[in-house]
């Protein structure tokens, strides 16, 4: 399966911008899609992931911002990024896990300026 993101951007503190990942085909609702990111120097985080019968995973920094969705129908995820701050500057990575194996799209970059 191939992932293919959009989004991000350039964009001051306190706006907004939206991710969002399309599968080349369809991912069992149960399968788990989402985000990560990296930034210059920092390990890699998992941002928001999202699957059928679970509330949304986010990691504590984004809680109450970032808003992850699934639309199956389309195969796709997208991320709705609010209030943003400079910390969350780094390259996005959107991924599916499917039977064990991870799938990766090419990343996108967010950078918020102060």
């Known amino acids: 399966v191939q992932l293919q993101a959009s989004g991000g951007g350039l964009v001051q503190a306190g706006g907004s911008l939206r991710l969002s990942c399309r599968a080349s085909?369809?991912?069992?609702?149960?399968?788990?899609m989402g985000w990560y990111r990296q930034a210059p120097g920092k390990s890699r985080e998992l941002v928001a992931r999202?699957?059928?019968?679970?509330?949304?995973d986010y990691v504590e920094s984004v809680k109450g911002r970032f808003t992850i969705s699934r639309d199956n129908a389309k195969n796709t995820v997208t991320l709705e990024m609010n209030s943003l701050e400079p910390d969350d500057t780094a390259v996005y990575l959107c991924y599916a896990r499917i039977d064990g194996h991870e799938y990766w799209g090419q990343g996108t970059q967010v950078t918020v300026s102060s």
């Open positions: 085909r369809s991912i069992f609702s149960g399968n788990p």
């Open positions: 999202i699957r059928s019968g679970r509330d949304p």
